[in-house]
């Protein structure tokens, strides 16, 4: 029997790209994209919908602007506004869409569609056709990526959003592919369990995040994240844009005397970290990003500390680095007066990530699944 890997068309054939995209007519709305002016109104709408469907975070402003700050992004083409025509709602912003393909993709290539309507205009259809939208646009992109790798799709819904979300990418040929789990941890009270101490052999050091290792932190986040499902890796320019980031909570090990020679002789040793290795820069093996969400207090009933990123080398994992730095970031957010510590996780990840936060005290409180459309 053959084990050959099929042969996959040219990604421009496989997209099937729309040589143009249909503005919904849906609701009588009037359409244009967005720009940076628009973000304090294009805000309060997003929150207004994370409020009505319960969600659990809500946005801040400067998450909206961080995305025009992109310039891979055209939002002259990847977005679109949908504001009313009635005169008693004064032009008010009525649904939004957005699409955005990260450009660093190497293995596969995604487009990611967002949007939403204002709770008292569903119904109408503008929600399917706003979705048709994105996925037209999505298409374009991925066709003139030039990528001949696999194509996805992806759109996100929280699991406990209302039925009508998923019942729209289900019927718009989205299917379920990947879930998540928000998990968090209590800090301080009676429940609280103890932070542990880990030590680190070696020539492994754990320190503070800081600016003059952040390029060596992606470069290990790029690595510990290759054999990750979805995981793609990240530019420089991507790499920069994380609104919410918290340096005072982050930490990252490094390697202070790497076996350079086996490094290079690795072949899972990927060429920017050979490059850097070879240039006698910092080598980082492991990470905890985390941010601050203060928005988000009220909407969970408690403050929390938030690990974005963690991670460990490939090369490095078993020694206990990813423990090392996600307890020192515990121990940053209890300090702070933080009273939980929060994550979220692939409920497949490849890395035992579970079972290392499960015994930590970490236990589930939302979860939340990826829709895609494979090309």
């Not at 009525?94 to 293995?107: N, R």
């Not at 990252?252 to 240039?279: E, G, H, K, N, Q």
């Amino acid at each position: 029997m053959s084990t050959e890997t099929p042969t996959l068309a040219p990604i421009a054939e496989r997209a099937a790209a729309p040589a143009t995209l249909t503005i919904p007519t849906a609701g009588g709305l009037t359409w244009r994209a967005a720009t940076r002016e628009d973000a304090p109104t294009w805000l309060a709408l997003r929150n207004l919908i994370a409020r009505a469907d319960a969600e659990p975070y809500v946005e801040t402003l400067e998450e909206i602007e961080e995305i025009f700050e992109g310039a891979w992004r055209d939002m002259t083409a990847d977005s679109l506004l949908g504001f009313s025509t009635d005169p008693a709602d004064d032009g008010a912003l009525v649904a939004w869409a957005q699409v955005d393909s990260p450009p660093g993709d190497v293995t596969a290539v995604r487009a990611f569609c967002w949007g939403g309507v204002h709770p008292d205009r569903r119904g109408e259809g503008i929600g399917r056709e706003l979705l048709a939208w994105g996925t037209g646009r999505a298409r374009q992109m991925l066709a003139a990526s030039g990528k001949d790798v696999p194509g996805r799709i992806g759109v996100f819904a929280e699991d406990d959003v209302p039925a009508s979300k998923h019942r729209l990418y289900e019927r718009a040929g989205f299917g379920v592919r990947r879930y998540y789990s928000d998990l968090a941890r209590p800090l301080t009270g009676p429940d609280a369990a103890p932070v542990p101490d880990v030590a680190l052999t070696g020539s492994l050091r754990l320190v503070p995040w800081s600016t003059d290792l952040d390029e060596a932190t992606r470069l290990a986040h790029n690595d510990a994240f290759r054999d990750h499902w979805g995981s793609q890796p990240q530019t420089r320019e991507q790499w920069k844009q994380r609104a919410g980031f918290a340096p005072e909570w982050s930490f990252v090990v490094v390697d202070d005397a790497p076996d350079v020679d086996a490094l290079l002789a690795s072949p899972d040793t990927d060429p920017d970290t050979a490059a850097a290795l070879r240039a006698g820069e910092p080598l980082v093996v492991g990470y905890e990003i985390a941010a601050r969400y203060t928005e988000d207090f009220a909407v969970r009933g408690y403050s929390f500390g938030y690990t974005d990123m963690l991670g460990a080398r490939r090369a490095y994992r078993g020694r206990k680095i990813a423990l090392a730095t996600l307890a020192a970031g515990m121990r940053a957010f209890a300090a702070d007066g933080m009273q939980y510590a929060a994550l979220d996780v692939d409920t497949a990840n490849p890395s035992g990530a579970h079972g290392l936060y499960a015994s930590l005290g970490y236990t589930k409180t939302t979860g939340s699944r990826m829709y895609s459309i494979e090309l």
